[in-house]
């Protein structure tokens, strides 16, 4: 059993004590220790996107940072852009179109394009297809989050 240790995660904007070995995945102490199911587990190698979460605002893949790296950075899950005005307009949109199939994979899709939006909000197809090329989607629902995000960031059709 490895050793386990206590860190102090800035979750969400707030402070969050979890007890875990350093190198477990921030993936699961999200999960397991804080219940923010919002974070979903793929494929566990850093290949699918569906773990990401920001870290100070930028996409990582969860399951890949151990919660001993994590130190002061702030961490925000899909649950903590409940009153965010940029994730208004992505849910906003998502819903519009319908995007969603299975949705298993969104939750990461909305980190990544939020992140992408926070930074550019105007982005080319060109900057939105390389932003989210590492988001799988299972149900191919590529096509509709592509457009999600042209219509949050109030872009007309190309
Ligand atoms: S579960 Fe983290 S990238 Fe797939
Ligand atoms: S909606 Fe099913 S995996 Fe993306």
Redesign the pocket.
């Known amino acids: 059993m490895p050793e386990e240790d206590e860190f102090v995660l800035v979750v969400n904007g707030e402070e969050r004590t979890v007890r875990a070995s350093a190198d477990m995945?921030l993936?699961w102490a999200l999960r397991q220790e804080l219940g923010l199911s919002g974070v979903?587990?793929?494929?566990?190698?850093?290949?699918?996107?569906?773990?990401?979460v920001h870290l100070d605002g930028s996409p990582v893949?969860?399951?890949?940072l151990p919660v001993g790296d994590v130190g002061s950075s702030k961490v925000t899950t899909l649950e903590g852009l409940q009153d965010d005005p940029l994730a208004e307009k992505l849910f906003d949109a998502w819903l519009e179109i319908d995007v969603m199939q299975c949705g298993y994979c969104q939750a990461?899709q909305i980190m990544t394009a939020h992140a992408l939006l926070a930074d550019n909000p105007k982005p080319s197809a060109g900057e939105v297809d390389a932003a989210m090329e590492?988001n799988?989607c299972r149900c191919g629902t590529y096509p509709r989050i592509r457009e999600a995000i042209r219509i949050a960031s109030g872009q007309e059709k190309a």
């Open positions: 995945p993936l979903k587990f793929g494929c566990g190698a850093g290949l699918c996107g569906a773990c990401t893949r969860s399951c890949l990461g590492g799988i």
